[in-house]
Antibody, heavy 114, light 110 residues
Framework: QVQLVQSGAEVKKPGASVKVSCKAS????????MNWVRQAPGQGLEWMGIINPSGGDTSYTQKFQGRVTITRDTSTSTVYMELSSLRYEDTAVYYC???????WGQGTLVTVSS | QSALTQPPSASGSPGQSVTISCTGTSSDVGGYNSVSWYQQHPGKAPKLMIYEVSKRPSGVPDRFSGSKSDNTASLTVSGLQAEDEADYYCSSYAGSNKYVFGTGTKVTVL
């Protein structure tokens, strides 16, 4: 069965970077795009970006352009989302979600705190 | 790329129907038949309920239905049940491999 397993919770200081992983299994990794979505405490869902695991091409929402980088490692079927220059308002749960939106990771809480 | 507009809340008694709207523009909702709806219970990951405007994934009850007219998509939950109480979000493809989510609607079963 399809599984997306994300890395554990992180606590970072303002200005630092965080890299969250999403390990996929149960399907052909290169056949489906992967999205990253975040949800701040008590807030709605926010789409961040997407990667084509086959070619590695990416697309990001303008809000995060320049601060977010999505990469993949086909040898381990893992997608990564790195967010730099962290601010307090980046505190959120970050999800990976398969291209058809039918499978989601369990979420990774990133807390930005001094 | 602005968020799609949803009403903050909706409610209904058990057995009744509730409809949630999702308003975008011709660049997203109106331009593509790629609107999805998600149900999210507290502390849980979102669950896909509707995709491609009106299609239901396997296992989603037929009480959930979707539609679209121009720049507005809608989700209707018929025969409301207690377990339908949750937050609901829409999303739409917005071209150039980009997506946008709605602002979210809290559904309360009275």
């Amino acid at each position: 069965q399809v599984q997306l397993v994300q890395s554990g919770a992180e606590v970072k200081k303002p200005g630092a970077s965080v890299k969250v992983s999403c390990k996929a299994s149960g399907y052909t990794f290169t056949s489906y795009y992967m999205n990253w979505v975040r949800q701040a405490p008590g807030q709605g869902l926010e789409w961040m970006g997407i990667i084509n695991p086959s070619g590695g091409d990416t697309s990001y929402t303008q809000k995060f352009q320049g601060r977010v980088t999505i990469t993949r490692d086909t040898s381990t079927s893992t997608v990564y989302m790195e967010l730099s220059s962290l601010r307090y308002e980046d505190t959120a749960v970050y999800y990976c979600a398969l291209g058809g939106w039918d499978y989601w990771g369990q979420g990774t809480l990133v807390t930005v705190s001094s | 790329q602005s968020a799609l507009t949803q009403p903050p809340s909706a409610s209904g008694s058990p057995g009744q129907s509730v409809t949630i709207s999702c308003t975008g523009t011709s660049s997203d909702v109106g331009g593509y038949n790629s609107v999805s709806w998600y149900q999210q219970h507290p502390g849980k990951a979102p669950k896909l309920m509707i995709y491609e405007v009106s299609k239901r994934p396997s296992g989603v009850p037929d009480r959930f239905s979707g539609s679209k007219s121009d720049n507005t998509a809608s989700l209707t939950v018929s025969g409301l049940q207690a377990e339908d109480e949750a937050d609901y979000y829409c999303s739409s493809y917005a071209g150039s491999n980009k997506y946008v989510f709605g602002t979210g609607t809290k559904v309360t079963v009275l």
